[in-house]
């Protein structure tokens, strides 16, 4: 039985580390919106894209170190931080329309305002579910792609 754990473990060792650290990140991505939305006050947009930019940091460093295992260095390490940062910016996109729509125009119209922080957390977990997906199509097919060598 061990051995047959730590053989799955070998063979989907990369998903399994995307979606751990994944799971940190849209940790750190939720703890910072409840902070800028619930705590200091922010509206919904400035509360979710200081929580994007703390989310993406810690993305990156996490990805290029234990998921993808990125050994770039220079220059190719510059492209490949700003490649990740443009893909994430089109889910930073998704993120804010859902958030917008969720929180401000369905929200505000729908739930109760003592419900409203409670709503708002639960569309920021669900926004996260999308952002994620796309954002591993994203790391594995353009960001962190293996290149082959050519003989």
């Known amino acids: 039985m061990i ?4 053989q799955m473990y070998r063979k989907y060792e990369e998903v399994i580390s995307y979606l751990f650290f994944g799971v940190l990140a849209t940790v750190v991505n939720i ?13 919904t947009f ?4 200081v929580a994007w930019v703390a989310g993406v940091l810690f993305a990156y460093g996490t990805n290029r170190t234990w998921v993808f295992r990125s050994k770039t260095k220079g220059m190719a390490a510059v492209k490949e931080f700003f490649l990740f ?7 930073y996109f998704t993120d804010v329309l859902f958030m917008l729509a969720a929180v401000d125009w369905f929200g505000a119209a729908y739930v109760p305002a003592e419900y409203a922080a409670l709503w708002g957390l639960a569309a920021k977990v669900a926004s996260n579910v999308i952002v ?8 594995k097919l ?5 290149k082959t060598e050519k003989k």
Do not use: E, H, P, Q
């Open 46 to 49: 400035w509360a979710t894209t």
């Open 132 to 139: 994620v997906i796309l954002n591993y199509i994203f790391s």
């Open 31 to 43: 703890v910072t919106y409840a902070l800028c939305a619930n705590l200091w006050g922010m509206d």
């Open 142 to 146: 353009l960001i962190f792609a293996k």
């Open 3 to 6: 051995g047959w754990v730590k």
């Open 85 to 91: 940062v443009g893909c994430r910016l089109i889910t």
